[in-house]
């Protein structure tokens, strides 16, 4: 399996709602990501975990909680998002040691928080 | 990790090579160039990397000049599926904890017939 599968692929929740990204790997990867990506600009990353522990937080709103419950497995929870939080959300897995393939990117979760 | 400096965007003829360049003047010697590309609304897609020498992968090859401060990208005959943002990303190895990979504007490369 050399995928990244991210759930669901569409969102739409309302700014008082609580809902949850899933992202899966089953590469043996033990570093998995979150970007998020807005229209027609670059993906910018929001966490790194490493062996299942946080290890960058790019200063990301807590409304945005990241958990890492094992090595496959990412979830992003979200609550009381704002509007201008609509974008798409990627996760990517990785390699921790050498000069690897590089990331493995899923084809992400559209957000539109209404 | 270095910066990189990529043309906005590109045309090519289907069928042609594209040669997508790419400036990483500053870059170290443990650092290692990675392009990816982002085909609309997908995630984006690892193509290929190389250290100093010269790579090539049933994808693209990709040419590194002697000093390392620019590289090129070349998609051998461009197909209107390779409609996408081309990104240059310079970055070390990993060393045994997780890091960034940073992504600068790219270059939005369209395929015409």
């Known amino acids: 399996d050399t995928e990244v599968t991210q759930t669901p692929k569409h969102l739409v929740m309302g700014m008082t709602n609580k809902k949850s990204l899933k992202c899966e790997q089953h590469?043996?990867?033990?570093?998995m990501y979150w970007y998020k990506q807005k229209a027609k600009k670059p993906p910018e990353l929001m966490f790194v975990?490493?062996?299942?522990?946080?290890?960058i937080n790019e200063s990301v709103p807590s409304r945005f909680s990241p958990e890492c419950p094992n090595s496959s497995l990412l979830n992003l929870h979200l609550h009381a998002l704002q509007p201008e939080d609509s974008a798409l959300y990627l996760c990517?897995?990785?390699?921790?040691?050498?000069?690897?393939?590089?990331?493995?990117f899923g084809s992400g979760t559209r957000l539109t928080v209404v | 990790d270095a910066k990189t400096t990529q043309p906005t965007s590109m045309d090519c003829a289907e069928g042609r090579a594209a040669n997508l360049p790419c400036n990483h003047s500053?870059?170290?010697?443990?650092?290692?160039v990675y392009w990816y590309r982002q085909i609309h609304s997908q995630g984006p897609q690892y193509i290929i990397h190389?250290?100093?020498n010269n790579e090539t992968n049933e994808m693209a090859s990709l040419i590194i000049t002697e000093d390392r401060k620019s590289s090129t990208l070349i998609l051998p005959h461009a197909t209107l599926r390779d409609t996408a943002v081309y990104y240059c990303?310079?970055?070390?190895?990993?060393?045994?904890?997780?890091?960034?990979?940073?992504f600068g504007t790219g270059t939005r490369l369209q395929v015409t017939l």
């Open positions: 975990y490493s062996y299942e522990k946080l290890s």
């Open positions: 500053t870059i170290s010697g443990n650092e290692y």
């Open positions: 590469m043996g990867h033990r570093a």
């Open positions: 990303i310079v970055r070390v190895a990993f060393t045994g904890t997780a890091s960034k990979l940073t």
């Open positions: 190389g250290l100093k």
């Open positions: 990517a897995s990785s390699q921790v040691l050498g000069q690897s393939y590089g990331y493995t």
